[in-house]
């Protein structure tokens, strides 16, 4: 009885004391860092840091979500300090971190900041949604349908650069024109094809294969020294394209109360 009585007089504090953070335009808990919209593009290490009212007595969680609902990526627990050192893989590119606050395993505020390791200029290749993804001035500019390479010819996931751009390339190896070439890795490059009724499924010997008008457009904006990331092949890209869009969740610092 007693301890019913005592988390029930815990829950009501927990409450007041939100209403009354909202109401004086304070947060219990606030990411200070990174900040919303800053350039993570070259970052290997990520100091994430925050700011609490909470007190002593706390321990904070960080977690990681690729679509701003399912926080399934644990960074780090039961933290004591009001900063941590995150060191994301190569193919961490957008998403949102948040920090929660616990006592005695109560939730007692977090904190959301959308954070983005996506180059301001850069070309993403989805071999699981068979699409090209253009970026540039650190927005998304096309989505592009594409054919990526059939088994045994696959390109091995990772971060590239474009080396060289041809207007009109031929193939001597498999005897045909490629135009609008822009080459990333050797003899691989993003480039027209004739086949468009194969575009959207693995065709090519190795090449990323675009629609005329759509490599035309790509050829046109791309520079030499451009990133290009290759995705593993079960990893899609229709997140990126919520995040990089009017339409993704406003970049927020949240704050919720809630009880066991």
Request: aromatic share 12%.
């Amino acid at each position: 009885m007693l301890r019913s009585i005592t988390a029930l007089a815990f829950a009501i504090w927990l409450c007041c004391a939100t209403a009354c953070a909202q109401t004086d335009g304070y947060s219990l808990l606030a990411i200070t860092s990174p900040r919303p919209g800053e350039d993570l593009s070259a970052a290997k290490e990520v100091k994430i840091a925050w700011e609490s009212l909470l007190g002593d007595g706390v321990e904070y969680s960080i977690t990681y979500s690729r679509d701003g609902k399912t926080f399934d990526r644990e960074i780090a627990s039961k933290l004591v300090d009001y900063e941590y050192t995150w060191k994301p893989d190569e193919l961490t590119l957008a998403g949102w971190v948040k920090v929660k606050a616990f006592r005695d395993g109560y939730l007692m505020a977090e904190s959301v900041v959308a954070v983005s390791f996506v180059p301001s200029t850069a070309i993403l290749i989805s071999k699981a949604d068979q699409k090209v993804l253009h970026f540039s001035g650190g927005k998304l500019k096309g989505v592009f349908t594409c054919s990526t390479a059939l088994p045994g010819y696959d390109l091995k996931p990772g971060s590239y650069k474009v080396y060289l751009r041809q207007r009109k390339h031929w193939s001597k190896k498999w005897e045909v024109w490629m135009p609008h070439s822009l080459f990333f890795h050797q003899g691989y490059a993003l480039h027209a094809t004739t086949v468009i009724r194969r575009l959207g499924r693995p065709a090519s010997h190795g090449c990323i294969r675009l629609h005329p008008r759509d490599a035309e457009k790509l050829y046109g904006e791309v520079t030499v020294g451009t990133r290009v990331i290759v995705l593993p092949g079960s990893r899609g890209c229709a997140y990126l394209e919520s995040f990089f869009t009017p339409a993704k969740p406003a970049e927020k610092q949240a704050l919720t109360a809630k009880t066991n």
